[in-house]
Structures are given as structure tokens and as C-alpha cells.
């Protein structure tokens, strides 16, 4: 049986999912959000699907809204048998769920119930969980309520930023996907309706990358991993004069150190794996810094440059970040 395929997915981390499904299947359609300006330039911006489908000279539909009767019309005339959606971006109508023979397939990056919504991956670095995987589901109309299909676990490693989670798990979500896919095909789909205890990620905020070093360590490294790459761990570096400048923080860990305790946000060593900070009940390690207007460099390498040195403080951002 081959199945014809409607692909709906935006970001990166839905191309290995396309790749797969378009690698055995009849995809007959790929359906993305509009080009958006991105960058300083803000330049019009494909998405990374539209990118990936053109390569695979697959046809790309990218409508304003997926509400429209025109637009059913054009997803119905495709003809297919069932849609994949890998982070779409949009919560689809009763319509467009109807217009499969076998429904709407989703790869969600979590292990559902808890982390339905926008941002799954983020929020589960920033809880400082140590695993989190991804839940292939049948879509209805609520936000990631649907049936499970197919679950596959994953770990989170100390220090990994929520943007190196999601590339070590999108081809995860591939291979469950078509393992699900695999199932469709012979007829053999068992879905489970989710447990109670739901969770909500809700979409990532400016604001949300704003570090508090008065916090624990284990909170302040998961924030700071958490928010890579958007919005970024942002805080301020007040200067020996006074005077504070913006910085950007990466790769945090939580770190013993021989010294005693020091105000939160005491740079108190810096070592050629990163820069010490105190935080409210122990130590953080941050591999990387980037000053306002300049680029990312190794903590180690700034303080080379007499950029920063130990005995500085690291403070929280106050206003719009």
C-alpha cells in the first residue's frame, strides 16, 4: 500500500520527519507557514520545510490561514489518505482533521501529557528534567490532547541548550514516526487515550531568558540552557566603573568550587572551561559569553581580553530585555 501523504511542518525540526516520509511514501503536498522576515536585514525567510521540499521537488502550499474554504479545497482536490504534522505551527480545525481518510499523525517533542503547547523542548530543559522523548499522536481539535500512538524516550544531558535537544531529537521523532507509519500501513494502529496530569508549554517569552543568579544553581543552569538559542539567557556584567553592558550566557552547568559562598552572580573563578558564578546556594559554570554587539567567544577567552574578570558581577536584566 502506498500511502499519499499531505506533510504539514515548518522548522528544522521537522525536515528529518519529511525527509523520512517523502523517502517511502507518495507525498503529495507540503504545507508550511508563510516566508517571514528574519535576521538584522529582515530579510522574507523561507521555513526550513519549504526549503527542504523544494530540494525534494516536492509541491508547497503555504496559505495565511488554514481556516479558509479555499484552502480545504486545495488540501481535499490533493487526494490523500492521512497528514503529517511535525510542528506546524497552528491548531487545526475540525475540517482539515476530517479531510483524511486516516486522520492527522503528529510528532510532539514530549512525553505527553506533560509539555502540551508551543514550546515542549524549552520548558523541559528549564525544568531541569533528565528525560524527555517525543509522543507521535492521533491530532483531534484540542492543543496536543489526542490519542498516543507510539512513544519513544530520550535523556537530557547536563548542559545541552533546548536548541541541541531538539536537533538530537528530530530524528528521533523521525524514526518513531515511521515506525507509527509502519503500523498505518498494516492496519495495526492502537492508540491510547493520555493519562491525566497534563502540563501546559506555553510559547517562550523575552523576558522568560532574563537569569536570576539569586536563584538555586540547578534552576540557573536549566534557565540558561533552557532559552538557547531564543530568548537567550540574557543578564547585565556591571563593570569595575559602574557602568553595566548587556551579555548573552551559554552551556551552564552546575559546578563545585573549593571558595566559600559569594553574593549571587559573583563571578568568583574563571577557568579555561568557563567562568564561576555564585548563585543563591551554590555555583554555576557558564561555558560561553557574548557582549552586546560582539560575538559568542569561550568565557576563558573574554577574560584573556581583560573583558571579564573574576570579582564582577553578573545581574539580573531589568526592564525590556
Not at 34 to 41: E, L
Not at 56 to 81: H, I, K, N, W, Y
Request: proline share 7%.
Amino acid at each position: 500500500m502506498s500511502l499519499r501523504v499531505v506533510f504539514m511542518g515548518s522548522p528544522e525540526f521537522a525536515v528529518p520527519s519529511l525527509r523520512a516520509v517523502a523517502a517511502a511514501f507518495n507525498v503529495v503536498g507540503v504545507v508550511c507557514q508563510p516566508d517571514k522576515p528574519a535576521g538584522r536585514g529582515k530579510q522574507l525567510t523561507a521555513p526550513a520545510v519549504k526549503v527542504a521540499a523544494q530540494e525534494l521537488q516536492l509541491p508547497v502550499l503555504q496559505p495565511t490561514s488554514v481556516r479558509t474554504p479555499a484552502f480545504l479545497a486545495e488540501l481535499q482536490a490533493l487526494g490523500a489518505d492521512v497528514a503529517v504534522v511535525v510542528a506546524y505551527g497552528k491548531i487545526l480545525p475540525r475540517t482539515v482533521l476530517e479531510a483524511f481518510r486516516y486522520g492527522c499523525i503528529n510528532v510532539h517533542g514530549s512525553l505527553l501529557p506533560a509539555y502540551r503547547g508551543a514550546a515542549p523542548i524549552q520548558w523541559a530543559v528549564i525544568d531541569g528534567l533528565r528525560e524527555t522523548g517525543v509522543t507521535i499522536m492521533q491530532l483531534d481539535e484540542g492543543m496536543d490532547t489526542g490519542p498516543m500512538l507510539r512513544v519513544q524516550t530520550m535523556p537530557i544531558v547536563p548542559g545541552q541548550s533546548a536548541g541541541d535537544l531538539a536537533v538530537a531529537m528530530a530524528p528521533i521523532g523521525a524514526m518513531t514516526l515511521m515506525a507509527t507509519m509502519a503500523d498505518v500501513v498494516a492496519g495495526h494502529v492502537k492508540a491510547t487515550p493520555q493519562p491525566d496530569g497534563a502540563t501546559i508549554a506555553r510559547m517562550l517569552r523575552k523576558e522568560d531568558g532574563w537569569v536570576d543568579f539569586a536563584m538555586p544553581a540547578t534552576h540557573v543552569a536549566a534557565r540558561i540552557c533552557g532559552v538557547d538559542p531564543w530568548p537567550g539567557a540574557q543578564a547585565q556584567l556591571l563593570g569595575n566603573d559602574g557602568v553595566a553592558v548587556g551579555v548573552k550566557l551559554f552551556g551552564a552547568v552546575t559546578h563545585v568550587h573549593q571558595g566559600g559562598l559569594a553574593a549571587p552572580g559573583t563571578i568568583v573563578a574563571i577557568a579555561p572551561t568557563g567562568g564561576v558564578v555564585a548563585c543563591a546556594d551554590g555555583f554555576v559554570r557558564i561555558s560561553d559569553i557574548q557582549v552586546a554587539g560582539r560575538k559568542r567567544m569561550a568565557f576563558a577567552a573574554l577574560a584573556a581580553g581583560r573583558g571579564v574578570a573574576a570579582g564582577q558581577q553578573l545581574i539580573r536584566m531589568t526592564g525590556i530585555a
